[in-house]
């Protein structure tokens, strides 16, 4: 093995994008970090939990927003970075990536991990997507909710999640380009998607 | 690292060091932008006249709403400047500078064709008469005319704070009002060219500084800098800082259309001096509101910071030192208003007739100053802890919400004193609503 080596996984909700991450550092015996990241973050920023899951909670980067969201200064022609944007919180997450990956061989799960170390080397980018009634069954079942709820629930949060990632990676959440791979966890199955990105990820970082 | 040890120092250090280290630079930036506007007055009252004083009050909310479109581009941009830079992202950092480039260009030259066209009429419905249409005529038109040097200048500026240079960019705000200040008086007494002479000063040094401005994003050494290639518009840079920027926007977009009906009130109650006091009123009181503005600015990511750390204690004293820094600026500004209205309109004019309509004004709009730096500093303190709305509305029922029905009472039952009377009015109402918006933050945050 040569050096340190990173997964950045971006995922559609329900698709098992989490669950690969962590079947995955297990079988690279290396961590996943998810929203363990935010609780880092906020312990050492000194910044509460709440105000990055609130950063993370925003639907919208839109025109809407940007009036009544203020999401800048209302003084004429000065320009403020506010402690508590969204943009300073996303910086703060985005140190403490840095910091883990400086440290050691890591699996990171949104965030835009992917963009926010896009200048470190042996990065594997991957996108899983999967079908819609595989994403909402495994919805309904994980959070024990209806089906037709979770597709509700599904819809937001991909509107959620590519909103967050576009603005604040300036790529297209789940768009090709953005990525090395994209793939459909249904395709498969979830284990045997782990087998193949295992297998693409020890082709590229030569493990 | 440096970043993080002073974020911690935002958590420990002495709340009184903390907040002067970071208000000073502001308060000095705020002082400096609004000297601008009170040395051009001061050189078009003393050297021009009366009546070019109610001349130049009838340009503030075109001067304004030119500066509010910079401020659409300029805040939006330096936001996502700033977010780029954090993540090393110079490709996309210097697209957003080109593009920044070319839409301040499309607007600049939009609002300028746009605004010389009809500018006349635009005039005589912002107020102007037959009398104070010739200067705000000829003022407007060099103004307008160099619009697109005021749009990059204010754009790149804002820019030149982003990418941490915020030295160079109070250095430059600083050295356009000097070499203002050193034009206006010769263009206006030397060479007699009215008020023309202070557009052109203006204009001049905005000029000046817009050529040190590239000069410095043309720098090979610099690693944002223009490039040929980050001109093509890129649709998400050009969407998302307009949308940061469209609250800035309308703010100031507001604020010119309540100038604009004060300014007509007063011209269909009091005549064209009355303008021109409002003008003067004007520009002194916006003096003393930029410093505590400054002081806001250095209030926000101590505020920010300790309240995001649960540290309510730090939270309330930051805000508790700035309210009261705040209220012993616009005491300052009470004392002067209420003791010694005539000599400050006498700075401005030496006409008997407009000092006295100024200092009787005077006296009746600073009024409730000692109250309003609370109201100020409140309203952005809710910004700061990342309430945002409340902020908006704070701000707004000062500015909009109480001050527009007065605007619209007051005047029919005391004519120019009405007008006069319904900013201290406005002023104590939106103190009382922060204060109990305040207070109920304080009780929450307490449980």
């Known amino acids: 093995m040569t050096g340190k080596y990173y997964i950045n996984i971006g995922r559609q909700i329900g698709s098992g994008g989490l669950e690969i991450g962590k079947k995955l550092a297990q079988h690279l015996n290396i961590t996943c970090y998810d929203r363990q990241l935010i609780e880092i973050a ?15 909670e925003k639907d919208s980067y839109s025109i809407f927003s940007g009036m009544f969201g203020m999401r800048s200064s209302l003084i004429n022609q000065v320009y403020t970075n506010y402690f508590l944007s969204n943009e300073n919180l996303f910086q703060i997450q985005s140190n403490v990536i840095h910091k883990l990956a400086e440290k050691r061989s890591c699996i990171f799960v949104g965030r835009c991990a992917d963009y926010v170390l896009k200048e470190t080397p042996n990065c594997l980018n991957i996108f899983i997507s999967a079908n819609k009634n595989d994403r909402t069954k495994r919805l309904a079942e994980l959070q024990h909710i209806s089906e037709n709820n979770a597709l509700h629930f599904m819809e937001k949060m991909d509107k959620k999640r590519a909103a967050y990632y576009n603005y604040f990676s300036n790529k297209t959440w789940g768009a090709a380009e953005s990525y090395h791979i994209c793939i459909n966890s249904s395709l498969l199955g979830i284990d045997e998607t782990v087998q193949t990105i295992l297998h693409i990820a020890k082709k590229k970082m030569c493990l | 690292m440096e970043k993080k040890e002073a974020t911690i120092a935002l958590g420990t250090d002495n709340i009184w060091k903390l907040l002067l280290q970071y208000a000073i630079p502001s308060v000095i930036a705020m002082t400096a932008s609004s000297l601008y506007n009170i040395t051009d007055s001061i050189f078009i009252g003393q050297g021009v006249g009366a009546l070019a004083i109610s001349g130049l009050a009838i340009t503030f909310p075109l001067m304004n709403l030119g500066a509010a479109f910079g401020s659409l581009v300029g805040v939006g941009a330096a936001t996502l400047m700033s977010l780029r830079l954090g993540q090393k992202d110079y490709t996309t950092a210097n697209r957003i500078l080109g593009n920044v480039f070319i839409l301040n260009l499309i607007l600049g030259i939009s609002y300028s064709i746009i605004v010389l066209t009809f500018l006349d009429p635009i005039l005589y419905f912002f107020g102007a008469s037959e009398a104070t249409l010739p200067y705000a005529h000829d003022y407007m038109e060099i103004i307008s005319i160099g619009n697109l040097i005021t749009h990059m200048y204010l754009g790149l500026n804002a820019l030149l704070r982003a990418t941490g240079k915020p030295q160079k960019a109070m250095l430059t705000t600083l050295l356009s009002v000097a070499i203002n200040a050193i034009l206006t008086p010769i263009f206006i007494y030397g060479l007699n060219w009215g008020i023309k002479g202070a557009a052109f000063a203006t204009m001049l040094a905005q ?66 001096l009355a303008v021109g006091a409002y003008g003067i009123i004007n520009r002194v009181a916006f003096l003393f509101v930029m410093i505590v503005l400054g002081l806001n600015q250095g209030m926000q990511p101590i505020a920010g910071y300790n309240y995001g750390a649960r540290q309510t204690s730090r939270v309330y ?50 009024i409730c100053f000692p109250i309003v730096g609370f109201q100020i500093v409140t309203s952005n303190f809710f910004q700061s802890i990342g309430k945002a709305g409340k902020a908006i509305y704070l701000s707004l029922t000062r500015q909009v919400l109480f001050l527009l029905p007065c605007l619209l009472i007051f005047p029919s039952i005391w004519g120019v004193n009405g007008v006069w009377a319904s900013i201290p009015a406005a002023d104590l109402l939106a103190s009382i609503n922060a204060g109990y918006l305040l207070y109920r933050e304080y009780k929450k945050t307490k449980k």
């Open chain 2, 317 to 366: 004293a930051v805000l508790r030192h700035t309210i009261l820094l705040a209220t012993g600026v616009m005491l300052l500004g009470f004392i002067m208003g209420e003791f010694t209205p005539r000599a400050i309109a006498s700075i401005f004019t030496p006409e008997k007739n407009l000092i006295d309509i100024a200092a009787g004004g005077l006296k009746i709009v600073f």
């Open chain 2, 207 to 272: 000029t000046a500084m817009l050529i040190w401005q590239i000069n410095i994003f043309c720098n090979k050494n610099n690693i944002i800098r223009l490039k040929k290639s980050a001109f093509r518009l890129k649709r998400r840079i050009v969407f998302d800082s307009l949308s940061i920027g469209l609250s800035p926007f309308s703010m100031n977009a507001t604020a010119c259309v309540i100038i604009i009906i004060i300014n007509q009130t007063l011209t269909r109650h009091g005549g064209d």
């Open chain 1, 42 to 56: 906020s312990k050492e920023s000194g910044v509460g939990k709440e105000f990055f899951e609130k950063a993370d």
